[in-house]
């Protein structure tokens, strides 16, 4: 037989356990304005130099202070198939100014090579970066050198573009 003290206990329960949840969630998404980082967008195009090949991509920025987490993919357009990459950067602004700023920094790459008529192979590799931007205008324009090291390849691109 059930007590019908021990549901009325419940029933007391329950309602204490919902209003706990609501001010917990009311105060996590008070304090997430406080940790929140900057996020954004960017988009460029550029050229690998060996071979020459031209590239297109986007990504998004979410900035930590100095520290910038870049995850982007690039499409490179080649002959008798098709390039792409997929990006986890970080950067670190290393001269900051009101103006521009130079950065540099490390991440890792998947890079997708799947000819016309062939199998697809995907590498690992890790991608070197500096670069210089505007950041005094509304669609700040950076120009950016990538060196990436995949599977005993290092191709080299060049790569201007816009964050937003």
């Known amino acids: 037989m059930v007590n019908p003290k021990s549901l009325a206990a419940g029933r007391v329960a329950l309602p204490h356990f919902i ?10 998404l008070a304090s997430v304005p406080a940790m929140a980082a900057p996020i954004g967008w960017a988009a460029f195009g550029g050229w690998y130099t060996d071979p020459k090949e031209f590239l ?5 920025r979410l900035a930590f202070g100095s520290i910038t987490f870049n995850p ?16 986890l950067d970080g950067t ?35 991608n070197l970066l500096g670069g210089a931007g505007l950041n005094a205008l509304p669609l700040k324009p950076y120009g950016q050198i990538k060196w ?12 201007f573009g816009v964050r937003f």
Request: hydrophobic share 40%.
């Open 19 to 28: 209003a706990a949840t609501i001010v917990s969630g009311a105060l996590i």
């Open 92 to 126: 670190m602004s290393v001269m900051p100014l009101g103006v521009a700023s130079v950065y540099a920094g490390a991440g890792l790459t998947w890079f997708t090579v799947d000819p016309d008529n062939g199998k697809s192979t995907t590498d690992t590799g890790l």
């Open 72 to 87: 982007n993919a690039e499409y490179i357009f080649a002959d008798n198939g098709s390039k792409y990459t997929l990006n």
């Open 148 to 159: 990436a090291f995949i599977n005993g390849d290092s191709p080299f691109s060049f790569s």
């Open 56 to 60: 297109v991509g986007g990504g998004a």
